[in-house]
């Protein structure tokens, strides 16, 4: 199974400009210009970009086993006939000691991975760090015992629409392959991806089995990991969609630094977009910049002075469009220091200075539940400020929240989803994870659950 992510609506935007230029920059002049060749920069950096084969076993599960009826009659089989399920895609060598950064997405479930280098030499690889919100994992080669082939970090907040740009990876399994274009648009929000939303987009040929691949720049350095491309038919239509580097350099640094999971600055504030009402409410020619929505108790945000509809435009002086915007330049900050947020209130701006520091996790006391109910198979937790940024709740929600869902458990067949906040069953109210723990053992025929799902009350009944 080849991996890619492909978007399937068409996606209008406003491109944002990015800062000034960091190299020179030229049209071709002449016939001589344009017969110049990309073989110099492909030849550097291509044997820094990898192949990356995933594979998982799976059940061949017969559909007839869910009948109660056929199970009565004729039992259920105690071994299942398994199946290898094979994914491929591409990576990045972003380490000497066999560091390679690809897609969550390529390596998702797999039970073994293998890297395989552009000299056809294949490696056993681990799994070091999994970050499903930049949709990001890192690898390393087992048992590496040579120095291998890397790619340099570009400042990715220094490109410019217009520069050119070479995208290297294995589409359709075919081999490695180079596509070269330019860069279509900077800071691309609401596509859908991943949590960050902030994408370089590009005409270079993108296709399935690129994911995780590299686009370079003219200096052949890393710009940014091909993730998805927009397409009806499966194949490149000139929309592909980059991770900025600036964010690949995070997440790598997490991993370097032996941590399980990406640590990201906190703010400790919901935002949200500025519409063209709220932007005539609040007298503005464009609807441009991040409305503060809600803060957190002891939050950052609140100990530097935000309050409630301050509209933040700008951070470290890089102006803020939307949320998305904010979000991206937020959480590629060094955490340590602090960062200088401006704000519009009344009127007036103002510059706050913002604690770059993680949320608190403290509390979290994740559990899988394995009583009888409609829940059985969920793992929850309770929602710490750091559950709440993770999962875009709002810091104040009370309840216990389902953070993951095993594949075939009856909670993920039932339509329960990884966000759900539980808030009671059976009118017992739900305040941590230990009453929901008690609340699942009690056998009952109807089970009458509340949900919260996207800020919506849902009130569930199911049978026993």
């Known amino acids: 199974m080849i991996v890619v992510r492909i978007l399937t609506a068409l996606l209008v935007f406003t491109a944002a400009t990015a800062p000034a230029m960091s190299q020179d920059r030229r049209v071709p002049t002449s016939p001589a210009d344009i017969r110049l060749s990309y073989a110099p920069i492909v030849q550097r950096v291509q044997p820094a970009v990898v192949n990356v084969y995933a594979a998982k076993v799976v059940q061949n599960r017969n559909p007839l086993l869910d009948d109660p009826i056929f199970r009565r009659f004729f039992g259920v089989p105690g071994q299942q006939p398994e199946q290898m399920q094979r994914s491929l895609g591409s990576g990045v060598m972003v380490d ?176 949200q977009a500025v519409t063209p009402e709220i932007a005539e409410t609040l007298g503005l020619r464009i609807p441009s910049g991040a409305l503060v929505a809600n803060i957190a108790a002891n939050s950052p945000a609140a100990r530097a002075g935000l309050k409630l509809s301050d509209l933040i435009v700008a951070i470290d002086g890089q102006t803020v469009d939307d949320p998305n915007g904010f979000d991206y330049r937020f959480a590629t900050r060094p955490l340590g220091g602090s960062a200088q947020i401006d704000v519009q209130r009344a009127g007036k701006v103002m510059k706050l200075t913002v604690a770059l520091e993680t949320a608190p996790d403290t509390g979290r006391n994740e559990i899988v539940l394995t009583s009888r109910s409609p829940l059985q198979g969920a793992k929850v937790a309770n929602i710490s400020p750091a559950v709440a940024d993770e999962l875009r709740l709002d810091a104040d929600t009370e309840g216990v929240v389902v953070i993951d869902l095993g594949e075939g458990t009856t909670a993920a067949s039932v339509g329960f989803q990884k966000g759900d906040v539980i808030r009671a069953i059976n009118n017992q109210k739900i305040a941590k994870t230990s009453d929901l723990e008690k609340a699942t053992r009690e056998a009952a025929r109807i089970w009458r659950i509340v949900v919260v799902r996207g800020g919506q009350q849902i009130n569930v009944t199911l049978g026993g």
């Open 96 to 271: 000497s000691s066999g560091l390679v950064v690809t897609n969550s997405h390529v390596i998702e479930g797999a039970d073994q991975v293998k890297i395989s280098l552009s000299d056809k030499r294949e490696f056993e690889a681990e799994i070091v760090l999994k970050d499903n919100r930049t949709d990001l994992a890192v690898l390393r080669i087992k048992d590496g015992k040579e120095k291998f082939p890397t790619l340099d970090f570009a400042n990715s907040d220094e490109l410019l629409v217009g520069d050119v740009v070479l995208a290297i990876g294995n589409p359709f399994g075919v081999g490695q392959t180079v596509t070269h274009g330019i860069i279509s648009a900077l800071a691309r929000t609401q596509v859908g991806i991943t949590d960050y939303q902030f994408f370089i987009q590009t005409d270079a040929a993108i296709n399935p089995g690129n994911s995780g691949g590299a686009l370079v720049d003219m200096t052949g350095r890393l710009a940014g990991v091909n993730t998805a491309i927009f397409s009806r038919s499966g194949g490149s239509q000139g929309i592909g969609f980059a991770i900025p580097a600036n964010m690949v350099r995070v997440v790598v640094a997490s991993a370097k630094s032996g941590g399980k999971a990406v640590k990201r600055p906190w703010l400790g504030a919901r935002l």
